[in-house]
């Protein structure tokens, strides 16, 4: 937006209202007519320095908007479902989420997060839930790649999503059934190049800089956010700092020797205690991944299923986990979930599939800042292969895993709150 229209939408919104209505409540519960376009004007609204509030666990954690005949010409122009309430409805709201025995709170969202999207540039349309739903929410982010994140140029950021990246320097292990294909070839060509030109001998060496370089981002206060085999691998390849675990067909030369037994599980965010997978035959990094698991169940059995948080203490799980429903239908991708062995005991699982014995949706702290790992590759495609089209989410605008994402969006707006033990 520009310059004079935030000016002027902040004069209106100084001016008394001439009738009774006092604010704006978009509802996120089964009334909500599109979700994640609401989750797009939430963004607009923060990012014209307007303060809105997020009502935990109100009507599917509804949002509330001073009243201002801007916002409401947004949101009929979006379609999104609103109600102008006077003065006394919001009051009454605010005392019964103020009940201490009712789990539900108020959050106030202050500063629109500066967001990046770390990606590399040609990336197939079928790459990225991620950006597909911030292009549709229509919610500005800033793509970046390697370059960016070696010279140190992350802090000028405040919430860094990784695009569905290998970082362990494996293209992904496409190898054996698409080595042959002119994307792939242009995919190792473009990454060889950008590791030279950056100083680096191997792509492995490259990744795992970048992978550094995030952590470090993090521990300084940033929020990272990523998807499918942008979560295992990362946390591979930081675990893999003092080893090998390339074979030829990606580096040049052969893998360690006995490269499992230099794992650093003191390296990485989430997992532990997991072992790499060596055949770089096989389209897998290791056995953190559950996807095997999901190939034995009916489609309409594959669930997982958000876990309840008290909104009143655990502030920012019960913003990640925001939704009209706490079940939600699962979706595959390379890393499809995460088999809950292999994870951490300070992590926070906040969505599992019991049945399984995995977890799609976990979170920790690191440092000053926090990560969000979410598995799977496209909540509106249960089973999405290279080079299907991309999911049109004008015939998902209520999709409940889509949500997930955006609520990851919208939390560091809030004041940062860490977890009461």
């Known amino acids: 937006m520009t310059y004079l229209f935030r000016i002027l939408l902040l004069i209106l919104l100084a001016l008394p209202y001439s009738g009774k209505a006092s604010a704006i409540l978009v509802p996120m519960d089964e009334t909500q007519k599109n979700h994640l376009k609401a989750y797009g004007v939430a963004y607009w609204v923060l990012e014209n320095e307007v303060v809105m509030e997020w009502l935990l666990n109100y009507r599917g954690g509804s949002f509330l908007f001073p009243h201002a005949e801007l916002i409401e010409e947004e949101l009929i122009l979006k ?39 770390y990606t590399p540039k040609g990336k197939q349309p079928w790459d990225d839930a991620v950006t597909m739903v911030l292009t549709y929410a229509e919610i500005p982010y800033e793509e970046i790649y390697d370059s960016t994140v070696v010279k140190g140029g992350l802090p000028e950021f405040d919430w860094l999503h990784l695009h ?20 792939y070839q242009k995919q190792v060509r473009d990454n060889e190049e950008m590791a030279k030109k950056l100083g680096f001998e191997k792509v492995s060496e490259l990744k795992l800089a970048v992978a550094v370089n995030i952590k470090n981002f993090v521990a300084g206060g940033g929020f990272l956010f990523t998807m499918c085999s942008g979560t295992d691998s990362y946390d591979i390849a930081l675990s893999a700092e003092s080893t090998d675990i390339c074979e030829h067909m990606y580096d040049g030369d052969p ?83 995460f088999r809950t062995e ?80």
């Open 79 to 117: 379609g999104v479902s609103y109600s102008i309430l006077p003065d006394s409805k919001v009051k009454a709201i605010k005392s019964e989420i103020a009940n201490p025995e009712v789990n539900m709170e108020v959050v106030q969202l202050e500063k629109a997060p500066k967001i990046a999207v």
């Open 342 to 421: 292999f994870i951490k005991p300070d992590v926070l699982i906040m969505g599992e599939n019991k049945a399984m014995g995995t977890a799609r949706y976990i979170h920790g702290e690191f440092g000053e800042g926090t990560w969000t790992f979410y598995g799977g590759h496209d909540p509106e495609d249960y089973q999405h292969f290279v080079g299907d089209p991309p999911t049109d989410l004008n015939l998902h605008p209520n999709s409940p895993g889509y949500r997930l994402i955006l609520n990851n969006i919208l939390f560091p707006a809030a004041k940062k709150k860490k977890r009461k033990t």
């Open 164 to 183: 569905h990246e290998d970082f362990t320097g494996q293209y992904g292990k496409f190898y054996r059934n698409y080595h042959t294909q002119s994307w």
């Open 255 to 337: 893998a360690e020797a006995n490269f499992q037994s230099k794992i650093d599980f003191t390296k990485t965010l989430a997992f532990k205690d997991f072992t790499v997978e060596k055949d770089p035959m096989v389209y897998e990094y290791s056995d953190i991944d559950g996807t095997k698991d999901h190939l034995r169940v009916p489609e309409q059995q594959d669930k997982f299923f958000l876990f309840e948080f008290s909104a009143k203490w655990d502030v920012v799980p019960t913003m990640l986990c925001q939704n009209h429903t706490m079940e939600i239908d699962g979706f595959m991708g390379q890393t499809t979930d």
